[in-house]
């Protein structure tokens, strides 16, 4: 297996995304971070607040068009919209920027951490025997969401988890590998590397194509979400 490490922020870290060292038995297989384009496309809809922005400064703009008005006139016109929509944009970008750069997931030979917060940041350790179910959603040929099915008994609360969360899924709250890179080849790493910890053979990778196995078969069984 291949590590894919990123370098050192938090210099109080005892280890990079890690609130602690790892035992000498237990290592880093994989290391990632949201991808922030991707993020900000498919997390904060900066795509749909572009085209909000857009159709506001169209409509502001039309009156001065139709009365046939010169560029100078039209510009003044959208002095104060056209500033407003740029820094509207800018600001969601940045908030996607440190979403991305204070978020690590960190797959080990043992367990998957999360670890979150642009403010407060906080640590979720998720043992592979936790796990009931991981499925893996493309949003292109690189980029995708590995989301965790958690045992029954154990419950994360949404918002401590929001963005690396299921989308809706209030009750009973799945942990998300949101808008990662790389992420079928991230998916066959988990899938494996569970696999050699519980010593139960997967009946395969987890992809983004469903199979039609039984839940006990394969409790990191592939689904479509």
Request: glycine share 4%; with cysteine; proline share 8%.
């Amino acid at each position: 297996m291949s590590t894919h490490t990123i370098g050192h922020e938090y210099e109080f870290e005892p280890q990079y995304g890690l609130p602690e060292r790892l035992p000498a038995d237990e290592r880093i297989i994989w290391q990632v971070s949201p991808d922030v384009p991707t993020l900000a496309k498919k997390v904060f809809h900066i795509r749909e607040l572009a085209a909000y922005f857009s159709v506001l400064l169209v409509a502001r703009a039309a009156p001065e068009i139709s009365s046939g008005a010169g560029l100078l006139q039209i510009a003044l016109s959208l002095k104060w919209l056209f500033p407003l929509s740029v820094f509207g944009l800018a600001s969601v970008w940045f908030i996607a920027w440190m979403t991305a750069r204070t978020t690590v997931y960190t797959l080990t030979n043992k367990r998957v951490v999360m670890r979150l917060g642009i403010v407060l940041t906080v640590t979720f350790n998720l043992p592979f025997s936790r796990i009931a179910a991981a499925a893996l959603r493309k949003h292109n040929a690189d980029a995708g969401d590995i989301t965790l099915t958690l045992q029954p008994a154990d419950h994360i609360a949404w918002l401590h988890l929001w963005p690396s969360v299921r989308p809706f899924h209030l009750a009973h709250p799945q942990p998300m590998l949101r808008c990662v890179s790389h992420a079928s080849r991230l998916a066959a790493q988990l899938s494996e590397a569970w696999s050699v910890h519980t010593g139960i053979a997967a009946t395969g990778p987890v992809t983004d194509k469903p199979v039609n196995a039984p839940p006990t078969a394969h409790p990191l069984r592939p689904r479509t979400i």
